[in-house]
């Protein structure tokens, strides 16, 4: 009767301690079509230079179609030791393992600074906690590419809406693709001189900047002139003045690269008494923050929990 009870007691001690099943474990694999792998790497121009990392990659089939129809190198993060197994064995088929890795660890805790193009199929609330990461890790003219599910307030740069045959098991559906190109941080003041038609100009460029998206004010000399058209794409800078330069009305059309606390280029003058070229560099004197992609604290049964090394997103929140 004795060793009944202790049995007992074991087995209730041991399902309270194991309790469910981690969330992981009931995360199913859905194959991305193939069709839809290719459209996701065209979007995002794919070619022999970059190194693409898809964050749940299942069997491996996006980083296996960069390599091997691409070109490109690339590495896989995965939760499932078994699909791990099986990326590497079918990468060594395809002959091309030595172009890609494939790691059984957390997604949240992959280094992406390498990443040249980052690939995702995961829910919506997964992407947002993960936007500040490729925010921060990512370089300016990094492309994340999403199958499906957006990051919220964060626009992308282009999107292709298609119907693929093969999705939800060759039963067909309608699929989206998002593509997001990673900004250069060009937040704060700058200032920078010019010498226009024989005169050096003081500039001043105040900047405000959620992603790609940038208000910008602009002074000459002191003087707050039109400014318009201000675009941000990867590390290029693109915007348009407009005013007057002793006495002469004068478009100034401005294209540059940002790096770090500096932006070089050159500007474009054209007006009725003045045309002309020159270069132009631009010093940051003052930074000020930019939009870090944070988005408020998920309710606890959103959050990704993490064990082991693990990624524990929630049954429905991975489909690769």
Known sequence: ????????????????????????????????????????????????????????????????EAAEAFGARGFGVEHDPELV?????????????????????????????????????????INLKLRPRLLAQLRPGARIVSHDFDMGDWTPDATDKFYSKDKYGATGGDSTIYLWVVPADIAGRWTWRLEVGGQPLDYELVA????????????????????????????????????EIRGSSVRQQFSGRASGEGIQ???ILSGPRMQGAADWIAQRSERTPRASGVILPMAAHEVSAHEGGRALAPASSRVR
């Open 85 to 125: 197994a099986r990326s590497r064995e079918l990468a060594r088929r395809q002959g091309i393992a030595d172009k890609v890795t494939f790691m059984m660890q957390d997604l949240f805790q992959t280094d992406l600074s390498d990443a040249t193009v980052v690939t995702m199929y995961l829910l919506p609330e």
């Open 1 to 64: 009767m004795r060793w009944r009870l202790l049995l007992l007691i074991v087995c209730s001690f041991a399902l309270v301690t194991l309790g469910p099943p981690p969330a992981y474990a009931q995360v199913p694999f859905v194959p991305t079509p193939l069709d839809v792998v290719r459209r996701m790497l065209t979007l995002a121009k794919v070619g022999p230079n970059d190194y693409v990392v898809d964050l749940g990659s299942g069997d491996g089939r996006i980083v296996r």
């Open 265 to 267: 280029g050159s500007v």
């Open 208 to 243: 405000t900047q959620r992603f790609q998206k940038v208000d910008a004010t602009v002074r000459i000399g002191g003087q707050a002139r039109p400014l318009h058209d201000v675009r941000v794409r990867g590390d290029e800078i693109t915007f348009t003045v407009l005013g």
